[in-house]
């Protein structure tokens, strides 16, 4: 080996021995590091009672014990559950000492006899020291447990009389039941001849009590939000097809309308006979039609024309202030040979002659029948979204019909 080589071998020995000597001298190996636990909030549903208030516990969990303190804060927000009137606002920080892994509050639902939907709240955790939160949030879901629902008569009622007419018929529905010799349900959502009734409607129809009821000398028809026969909601339809047909007539319509978009409250009137043919060559009336996203306004309208989709002349009315939801309102027409005109509450708003027609035919000089019907969604209100509060009701008080 020469002497450069020589060199070199020492040199490598040298590092090697440095590095060993050095890698063992002082070394300290680092502490290991717990990991922080994970914190959640449990859900809880509950009826919401009659008296007093009802407790809602939350327990808010951790998935391991700890060695040092733990806090979290704690903060109810609304859903259609609101503060003050439904639940008792809570903002707090829990504290968990070390090795404890569970915590209890309590929120405080106030009770009553209404009816309502499910309504809900959340207690949502944030700001967590020594633990990562791994479910944030807790919904509490006050469950309807009333029958009654809330209303009184205030609002327009319409004359008892009127000159050169007398009562020809009416339906109170004072008496409990559905009088069965002059309605008839229409269940189902129009399948398999009109699916959606050929508007892409969500609701499937039903002569259940849960959809038509009576409370106080009323009708009310109620959308619920529920799966049945494959359809996201239910409601009811009555029609007097083949039972009660009009010609001609002051007709009077007292109601308390819902309210909420997608929702679609309709008294209208439809050919008995279908003279001029199928629809809408033989016409349909609508006397009132709202759509709840637009709660002030009702649309009085007239379907004709050759098909297949109809042509059409209306007009709508706008309250001068509040909405239809707020009290009982009258919608009504007055219909005579080639005349038809629109009120709200006594006053004109629309009229329409079979001048208006122009080369169309006007097919409004025929018997029809009424319809009274709580459609969820569909081509015109849209559908409902996260504001739309349910269930809705659609309060009847009479139908009378002058001649």
């Not at 407790?55 to 804060?73: G, M, Q, R």
């Not at 791994?134 to 609002?155: H, L, M, P, Q």
């Not at 050169?164 to 009416?170: D, E, I, M």
């Not at 009258?330 to 005109?341: A, G, M, P, T, Y």
Request: include cysteine; aromatic fraction near 14%; hydrophobic fraction near 35%.
């Amino acid at each position: 080996m020469n002497q450069l080589n020589r060199m070199k071998a020492g040199l490598i020995l040298l590092a090697f021995s440095c590095l060993g000597g050095c890698s063992k001298k002082g070394s300290s190996s680092p502490a290991p590091v717990t990991p922080v636990p994970s914190i959640s909030i449990n859900d809880v549903s509950r009826a919401e009672g009659n008296t007093g208030t009802t407790a809602f516990t939350f327990t808010v969990s951790l998935d391991k014990t700890y060695t040092k303190e733990v806090t979290v804060n704690c903060a109810t927000a609304e859903g259609f559950a609101k503060n003050t009137e439904d639940f008792t606002a809570l903002n707090q920080t829990l504290s968990f000492a070390a090795g404890e892994t569970s915590k209890t509050f309590t929120v405080n639902v106030a009770t009553d006899d209404i009816k309502e939907g499910n309504d809900d709240f959340t207690v949502n955790l944030s700001s967590a020291t020594n633990a990562n939160v791994s479910k944030a949030t807790g919904k509490g879901t006050i469950e309807n447990d009333d029958s009654r629902v809330n209303f009184n008569n205030t609002g327009y009622d319409a004359p008892t009389t009127y000159p050169g007419y007398t009562l020809a018929w009416a339906d109170e529905f004072n008496a409990g039941a559905l009088n069965l010799t002059n309605w008839t349900f229409e269940n189902g959502d129009g399948c398999p001849s009109v699916c959606g009734w050929g508007n892409n409607e969500l609701e499937y129809y039903t002569d259940r009590p849960d959809n038509l009821f009576f409370q106080d000398g009323k009708m009310i028809i109620e959308a619920k939000k529920e799966t049945f026969n494959g359809k996201p909601y239910t409601s009811s339809k009555i029609l007097t097809r083949g039972k009660k047909v009009i010609k001609f007539g002051r007709i009077d319509f007292r109601a308390k309308l819902p309210k909420g978009k997608g929702i679609w409250p309709a008294f209208w009137m439809l050919p008995q006979n279908n003279v001029f043919g199928g629809w809408p060559r033989s016409g349909e009336l609508d006397i009132m039609e709202n759509i709840g996203h637009e709660p002030n306004r009702t649309y009085g309208t007239l379907h004709f024309g050759p098909g297949p989709g109809s042509t059409q002349l209306g007009r709508n009315y706008t309250l001068p202030s509040g909405i239809f939801n707020d009290e009982f309102h009258v919608f009504s027409i007055e219909w005579k040979l080639n005349e038809i005109k629109w009120l709200v509450d006594g006053n004109v708003y629309s009229t329409y002659t079979s001048a208006d027609f122009g080369a169309n035919n006007y097919p409004f000089n025929e018997d029809f029948f009424f319809i009274i019907n709580l459609a969820v969604g569909g081509n015109w209100p849209g559908n409902p979204d996260a504001t739309t509060y349910l269930p809705q009701w659609f309060i009847v008080d009479y139908i009378r019909v002058y001649q």
